[in-house]
């Protein structure tokens, strides 16, 4: 009798997608899915919901609490972590730091504790372009200087630091993954972007598209770009899932640990999103322009090329307004479940 090969035996992977209920966790969850990944989500649902979920495992708790993970790590064989849970407002972060540091930086101490001490070896961490500050140099590289502006941007940082420390002491693996501008839904339209309140850009311009909001305030058009509104670098929420699909399997391969920034390359100023936006939803909207939103750099652009050589990866959507079809869909779903 011919015996299996033992790889077929093998169960797939177990992977802790914690802030898995959140705009970007809840994507990544259907991805690892789809792909028969087996997956267990820790989220307290305090910015997460759990009908993004679909029927994924969850187990409703926070990342402050010890004796919640002490028994969710001595119950799940945990293969690899994937965590998005944070706290993700910049101005907020400046008026509240102990919210920021609490969340971001404690939660995540606690979480990596506990990981530590049953044997978790690696782990895929959320960071931000925030890390960056003002920009010195266009588009960012992983090699620009790091001054973050703000408790939210410096919690990140912080955690990037901790992650190589860990690594050098206790052997413990990470990825490290600098978002730009996540944007966009899920090209099924089964998953989206859901802030309360809700503060980023494309979401708020939809909302006034469908008239859900009244007005919607550009903060400030005197930076120094052409047209005087800020440039950013918008990655649909999709390519992001696959960047972090790759770094599981970057350091699956054995893969010391590592950063990268993500981001397409390409910059729109705030009015060619709008421009963008009334033309996927054929909607003139009602604009107008408020003063200068403290903290804002005028470009944020990403080098991404460094993912893109050593992870192979490559963004799908990288015209504005395939995010922007997929975020319209998405919210002309409204109210959702
Ligand atoms: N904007 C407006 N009006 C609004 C909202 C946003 O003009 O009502 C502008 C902002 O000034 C900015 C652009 O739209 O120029 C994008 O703003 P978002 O709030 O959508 O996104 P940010 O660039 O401020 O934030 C993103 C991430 C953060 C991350 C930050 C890094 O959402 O998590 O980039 O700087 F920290």
Known sequence: MISKP??????????????GAGYIGSHMVMLLRSLQYRVVVIDD????????????????????????????????????????????????????PQKYYKNNLVGTLNLLEHALAHGVEKIIFSST?????????????EAHPH????????????????????????????VCLRYFNAAGAS?????????????????????QASGRLEKFSVFGDDYSTPDGTCIRDYIHVEDLCTAHLLALKY?????????????TGKGHSVTEVIK??????????????????????AILVADGQRAKSILGWQPKYVDLKDIIRHAWSWEQKYPWQ
């Open 6 to 19: 033992e790889t077929l035996d093998k169960p797939m992977p177990l992977i802790c997608v914690v802030g």
């Open 45 to 96: 649902l305090s910015n997460g919901f759990q009908s993004s979920l679909a029927d994924a495992y969850l187990e409703k708790g926070s990342i402050l609490d010890s004796v919640f993970l002490e028994r969710f790590f001595s119950e799940h064989a945990v293969d690899a972590i994937i965590h998005f849970a944070s706290s993700i407002q910049v101005g907020e972060s400046v008026k509240n």
């Open 129 to 141: 372009a925030a890390v960056f500050g003002n920009p010195q140099y266009v588009p960012i590289d």
């Open 147 to 174: 001054e973050p502006l703000s408790p939210y941007g410096k919690s990140k940082l912080f955690v990037e630091q901790i992650l190589a420390d860990y690594e050098l002491a206790y052997g413990l693996r990470s």
């Open 187 to 207: 090209a099924c339209g089964k998953l989206g972007e859901r802030h309360d309140p809700e503060t980023h850009l494309i979401p708020l311009l939809l909302q």
């Open 251 to 263: 350091l699956d391969t054995g893969n010391a640990s590592d950063l990268f920034n993500l981001g």
């Open 276 to 297: 963008t936006v009334e033309e996927v939803t054929g909607n003139k909207l009602n604009i107008c322009v408020s003063p200068k939103r403290p903290g804002d750099p």
